[in-house]
């Protein structure tokens, strides 16, 4: 199953956070015999790094085919480098390929492209290869779900593409080496178009220029590292509408958006949504990482998708209950979790997500209240999350063994847990550092256990158990209670199965008219809490920690205590 159908399709419109995640896509096969992205590197693509790629391709919207070259700048960091491994898709023809001016031999290989070099490259070395190449590429059966081109028309009958590729990566439709621990320190496209469309893509736009009768040329790049599946571009006869934003980085940021002429209503109310959730982020996570090239959003055949500086719009201006567009949201907060704060193995992929969930929810604090933010947990999260495979699989993951609806609600789930441990200020204190510190930035990767020694600073509690359950474990905490009963008073006996753990659970009890809430501790040796009377016990009533409830023993008490609310 195509794991990436997790991603936000089927969030329709249910309670007063909107649109929660039904992930109808998981049911979704989409295209099966495309490839995933990640898992071991090859010892090939261990020795070389890759500085910069340069685009440049013509997209011709009528025959639906791609044309043209890539070149891939890179330095020898192995011993010595004789041969050159790129990917790209198998369906692509290739024409030829040269480095450093000279011809060179391509043997095909599955999705990998063999170059062998005309001497041995020795470590330090610069070098810099071409391939030129043409064909069809994929088209997404179930974007951005399944990757590949989307080929569609706006009203008026006009071409209008876009591209997704996060599961699958970037060579579904250009050659690169196609692994997220190798992120260039720059991208610049090329792109030529029939001369009625504009192509918007990542970093700034250059220049335009009519390159042939017909056709324009747009000239775009980058000044930031760069995930490979963020490389983009969008195509349509857009209008663009932009403003500049001041406060949310060193210098004022270009806000842009590419609409199609029939939606342009509505446009600068997006805007001012954007706006508001650009200083949001800022506030609480960092200046926005890319103000020297902009903030974009572009008008999609999709839902959505994070591309650096240019995410992919298709949300229609819905907006939740509460009343903000939560894709958009959700979409620009990758900018920061995912794009600037990046992780070079797929196992850590909740680090994107998960930490992108509870920003989420953290908005939705600062605008809503307290109790919108415990409730998007507990109606919003809680009901989608499955424990069928560790938030972390093994080291070394691919796309398609990370990508679990668990990494994002799970993971965010976590989070707001280990809030009621640490507390939620320093939970966004961790996340505002692990964005912000240039160490796990850019071409620096992140990694859960850069997270976990991130939190291990900011509390004297030993919190390996509770890492260990919710990040590297799939089944919960069964947890245990029983009770007692003599004529004068109630005991209540509680414990969980996991050595070491520590759960803070909350108890609501009910006394005749009175009620009495607290926190109390449970770990794997029972805790006994004695009340004078007859009493209502409701354990966790809002839902605030991840246990096993599927024991009859619970869901009798759940059920009983929580519903009902009698006596016990």
């Not at 011993?79 to 390929?97: E, M």
């Not at 982020?281 to 020297?292: E, K, L, S, T, V």
């Not at 291990?456 to 069964?478: G, M, V, W």
């Amino acid at each position: 199953m195509n794991a990436k159908r997790t991603k936000l399709l089927g969030r329709l419109p249910r309670n007063q956070w909107g649109f929660p995640l039904l992930l109808l896509g998981i049911l979704w096969a989409g295209n099966t015999d495309l490839p995933t992205s990640g898992g071991p590197l090859p010892p090939l693509q261990g020795r070389f790094d890759v500085h910069q790629y340069r685009l440049d391709l013509t997209i011709d919207p009528e025959r639906r085919f791609l044309s043209g070259a890539v070149t891939v700048d890179f330095t020898v960091i192995g011993d010595s480098l004789d041969t050159l491994l790129l990917n790209l898709y198998r369906s692509y023809q290739v024409d030829g390929a040269e480095w450093n001016s000279r011809d060179l031999r391509v043997i095909r290989s599955g999705d990998f492209l063999h170059l062998p070099l005309s001497r041995t490259m020795q470590s330090g070395e610069t070098g810099t290869v071409t391939i030129h190449y043409q064909g069809t590429p994929p088209a997404a059966d179930r974007p951005p779900w399944s990757g590949g081109f989307t080929w569609s028309r706006d009203a008026a009958g006009r071409p209008w593409i876009g591209v997704s590729c996060q599961e699958e990566g970037a060579k579904i439709w250009w050659p690169c080496k196609d692994h997220p621990s190798d992120e260039p320190d720059s991208v610049s496209l090329r792109i030529t178009v029939p001369e009625e469309l504009l192509c918007a893509s990542n970093g700034r736009l250059d220049s335009v220029r009519s390159t042939a009768p017909g056709w324009k040329t747009w000239y775009w790049s980058t000044r930031y590292p760069i995930n490979l599946y963020d490389v983009t571009v969008n195509i349509a006869a857009y209008r663009v509408i932009s403003r500049t934003v001041a406060g949310i980085a060193p210098d004022s940021v270009d806000l842009v958006y590419y609409v199609l002429p029939e939606d342009t209503a509505g446009a600068s109310e997006l805007l001012d949504q954007a706006e508001d959730m650009l200083r949001f982020y800022a506030r609480h996570f960092g200046p926005y990482p890319f103000y020297r090239e902009k903030f974009g959003l572009a008008e999609s055949p999709f839902w959505g998708m994070e591309h650096q500086t240019l995410n992919a719009y298709g949300n229609h201006y819905k907006n939740t209950a509460l009343g903000y567009d939560f894709l958009m949201l959700h979409e620009m907060g990758h900018e920061w979790f995912g794009n600037a704060m990046t992780v070079h193995d797929w196992a850590d992929f909740w680090l994107h997500e998960g930490t992108d969930i509870y920003a989420e929810a953290l908005y939705v604090k600062e605008k809503f209240g307290e109790p919108e933010f415990h409730r998007f947990f507990s109606r919003t999260a809680l009901p989608r999350i499955q424990n069928r495979q560790p938030i972390v699989p093994h080291p070394q993951a691919t796309s398609a063994e990370s990508y679990t609806i668990d990494v994002y609600y799970k993971a965010a789930y976590m989070l707001y847990m280990l809030g009621q441990i640490i507390g939620q200020e320093q939970v966004e204190t961790v996340l505002h550092d692990l964005v912000t510190d240039p160490s796990h930035r850019g071409l620096n990767g992140v990694t859960t256990r850069d997270f976990i020694r991130l939190v291990q600073k900011r509390t004297p509690e030993d919190l390996t158990a509770f890492f260990d359950t919710y990040l590297y474990s799939a089944s919960l905490p069964n947890l245990r209670l029983s009770v007692h009963r003599a004529r004068a008073e109630t005991r209540l006996l509680l414990r969980h199965d996991r050595p070491g753990l520590s759960l803070p659970v909350p108890l609501q009890v009910i006394m005749n008219q009175d009620t009495l809430r607290q926190v109390v501790t449970v770990t794997e040796t029972p805790q006994v809490f004695t009340y004078p009377e007859r009493v209502t016990v409701l354990l966790d009533p809002e839902r605030r920690v991840l246990v096993n409830k599927r024991g009859r023993l619970w869901w009798w008490l759940h059920r009983r205590l929580g519903r009902r609310q009698k006596g016990i």
